[in-house]
């Protein structure tokens, strides 16, 4: 009967920690939210949510464990420091810092073997945390029989299903340049469009798309969760975002426009004129092309069982069980601990 929060910073947070509160409820554990700013997401709870709205209502409800999917977490907040991550972007697909060790967590858990065998080297250099293999909760209802592919039914399309979804950074971005392209290839009605982008999309490009809503394209916002919108694709259009990753772990193929990384599991352009025909391949499932995607998405995230969440909290009960005197001290962190006291502006010491 442990009690459990979920530390969220931006809103894709929510689908992230939600597999997870689902079997915590099944254990009959509680769960708690807590938001680092009005904007990360707290008004997206449903009702049966609790949300803990202040850092004197974390500390009393004094959690056992604090799951967390970015690099920092707060210190002074009681129970073990759990990293879960956000994406599933790895050395493998370029993601700066990934393996930047910050000295706030005691447990990472990873996804797949490279990873873990990455973080446990250097947990053997810095012995302040343990390192688990349990998968990425975020996707377990890609795996799950129960799910329903809601979104697929509601487009009531027999045509192919191109789902576009696009990064914000400047640098990796192809959501400003794809507008007119997108807007084009959905008036054909070869295919039905789905497009969602992410939430910190210049708001000028977010419009942009949102006029493209019309018989054969639809617009979702970020906020909604986008395992759903996976599910009824059948090709996917991307760039250099993780979400390109989630989308390959259900065995379907990815169309990339410039992307940073380009590699045999996906189908590279440059140019805003070949992407039709690259779409038009990809949609036949070409077997070379298949097979690459089936290696690297085995690299990357192994575990098709849908149970990623059950590791999860297996792994963290186990070091609450244990607790963590056996760990090294963490490093001091001064400036890095005064920050996010400023941010919460907590400034009391525990």
Not at 160 to 182: E, K, N, R
């Amino acid at each position: 009967m442990y009690k459990y929060l979920f530390y969220c910073t931006e809103l894709y947070c929510l689908p992230v920690f939600r597999p997870i509160q689902k079997i915590i409820q099944a254990r009959r554990g509680q769960a708690a939210w807590f938001f680092d700013r009005k904007k990360a997401g707290a008004d997206h709870l449903n009702p049966a949510e609790r949300l803990l709205e202040s850092v004197s209502a974390v500390c009393q409800y004094n959690p056992d464990a604090v799951f967390s999917p970015v690099n920092l977490v707060p210190d002074f907040f009681p129970g073990v420091k759990v990293q879960v991550f956000h994406g599933l972007a790895t050395d493998l697909t370029g993601k700066k810092g990934h393996y930047r060790i910050r000295g706030f967590y005691d447990l990472y858990c990873t996804r797949a073997e490279e990873e873990t065998h990455i973080f446990k080297e250097m947990g053997r250099r810095h012995p302040h945390f343990e390192v688990v293999e349990t998968g990425w909760p975020k996707v377990d209802p890609l795996f799950s029989e129960d799910e329903n592919n809601h979104v697929r039914n509601t487009l009531n399309t027999s045509k192919p299903v191109v789902f576009y979804a696009s990064t914000f950074s400047p640098s990796l971005t192809s959501s400003p340049f794809l507008v007119d392209t997108v807007k084009k290839l959905s008036q054909t009605g070869k295919y039905h469009w789905i497009v969602t982008l992410h939430p910190k999309t210049d708001e000028k490009v977010m419009a942009g798309y949102r006029a493209l809503q019309g018989p054969h394209l639809t617009f979702y916002e970020s906020s909604q969760d986008v395992i759903p919108l996976i599910r009824a694709g059948d090709v996917m259009l991307c760039d250099t975002s993780s979400i390109a990753l989630e989308f390959m772990l259900t065995g379907k193929p990815v169309v990339t426009f410039r992307t940073k990384i380009p590699a045999p599991h996906v189908l590279n352009v440059t140019e805003t004129s070949a992407l039709e025909s690259a779409i038009d391949k990809a949609i036949t499932m070409p077997e070379d092309l298949m097979k690459e995607i089936r290696d690297f998405t085995d690299r990357i995230h192994p575990f098709r069982d849908g149970r990623s969440s059950e590791r999860v909290l297996d792994a963290t009960n186990q070091m609450i069980e244990n607790g963590i005197r056996h760990l090294s001290p963490k490093p001091v962190n001064f400036w890095r601990k005064i920050r996010i006291r400023k941010k919460l502006k907590y400034y009391h010491v525990r």
